[in-house]
């Protein structure tokens, strides 16, 4: 019998109950979800596309981040700063995206802020793995309830106030937690799923920049 929140798939593995059996949606949970990322482009796409979930599901970011990517310049984001007016009525007349004035302008913004950002630390990675909450700020047991429970977490508030204070926009403590969670600096896969304990050991191992 599985735990709640876990499903077993077709492959006999268990796994998180949210990739809802989509193929697509499995190899996300199986191949991305919760490991560790230090790649500056990476933080950077993430922390975009999940601005421009709120409000949807994120298997339609999924779905449509290839087309993402090729609006916005692989989110390279010293490219994206440089993105002026006839950039944003090219992405707004993007049927391939997420269409909103207003997060196509974010994204832009959030670009030459983090373009700030390298400059001041280093790297993004550096920036956003200082707000990797320590282990005593942890759950000991990672079950749907206390998934559920926690959409942010104290780490996600302190790290959203953060970035607005820098002039990011779109960055919420819940979009922030959301983005914690797929770049591995929490281990948010339930209790029961046989990534949990694989994506222990790849933070344990995991060189911090």
Request: net charge neutral; glycine share 8%.
């Amino acid at each position: 019998m599985t735990k709640p929140g876990i499903i077993e798939g077709a492959d006999g593995r268990c796994r998180c109950f949210w990739h809802q059996g989509l193929a697509d949606y499995e190899r996300y949970h199986d191949e991305e979800w919760g490991r560790p990322v230090t790649d500056d482009i990476r933080l950077f796409e993430k922390i975009c596309l999940e601005g421009f979930q709120s409000g949807l599901s994120w298997l339609t970011i999924l779905r449509k981040r290839e087309n993402f990517r090729a609006a916005f310049a692989g989110f390279d984001f010293k490219r994206v700063a440089t993105f002026g007016e006839a950039d944003i009525e090219r992405c707004v007349a993007d049927a391939g995206i997420i269409r909103h004035r207003g997060k196509i302008v974010s994204t832009i913004n959030n670009a030459r802020r983090a373009v700030e950002l390298r400059d001041e630390f280093g790297s993004l990675a550096s920036f956003f793995w200082s707000y990797e909450p320590k282990p005593g700020e942890r759950p000991a047991v990672m079950d749907l309830e206390t998934l559920r429970a926690n959409p942010t977490t104290p780490t996600s508030i302190r790290l959203s106030k953060d970035l607005k204070k820098r002039g990011w926009t779109f960055v919420g403590p819940t979009t922030v937690y959301a983005f914690m969670q797929a770049m591995g600096l929490v281990n948010d896969h339930l209790d029961g799923c046989y990534r949990q304990p694989e994506a222990d050991a790849e933070r344990a191992a995991f060189a911090r920049p």
